[in-house]
């Protein structure tokens, strides 16, 4: 199966951070949060990245785990603290990858695959819920002003 095959048989769409993705899960329950807004309880998509395609940096109110499934490895890059942490998603857990990451609610995320060909198939679930309301492109100047040290990757993914 090629990255074609899989979205199509998956139904998946464009995202505004690049790749593809289709929801899969939406909660019947909801919650509301502090500043008053509602949200399910939890939300699920499968989202795939192909080739040089990268997940911007971008970020959201909610925590956020990915699962990898199929394909190359992915590398998550996310900015904590003011440093760049990076993750390698995949299924080498010998080689030091992990199935499953957690991006902290309000970091600044973003994704490749590590080798740059192929294509990488997760799914990813938020709690509470995902709504596009909470999601917020990173503008690359604003990015590089909070983070001059990190201009180069920044630069990268935006």
């Avoid at 699962?67 to 992915?74: K, P, R």
């Avoid at 390698?88 to 199935?99: Q, S, T």
């Avoid at 990813?124 to 917020?136: R, S, Y």
Wanted: aromatic residues 10%.
């Amino acid at each position: 199966m090629n990255s074609k095959d899989v979205i199509q048989k998956l139904n998946l769409q464009p995202h505004p951070e690049g790749g593809f993705y289709s929801e899969t899960y939406r909660s019947a329950e909801t919650v509301v949060l502090p500043d008053a807004k509602i949200r399910n309880v939890s939300t699920a998509i499968y989202y795939l990245l192909e080739n040089e395609n990268k997940s911007a940096f971008h970020r959201i109110q909610s925590d956020e785990l990915w699962f990898f499934h199929q394909g190359q490895s992915l590398e998550v890059l996310v900015i904590r603290d003011g440093q760049l942490h990076k993750t390698i998603l995949g299924n080498a857990v010998d080689d030091g990858e992990v199935p499953q990451t957690k991006i902290p609610a309000n970091a600044w995320f973003a994704a490749k695959i590590k080798q740059g060909a192929g294509y990488a198939l997760v799914s990813c679930t938020v709690a509470p819920g995902f709504d596009f309301a909470d999601f917020e492109l990173a503008k690359r100047e604003d990015l590089v002003k909070q983070y001059p040290h990190l201009k180069h990757i920044i630069e990268q993914f935006t």
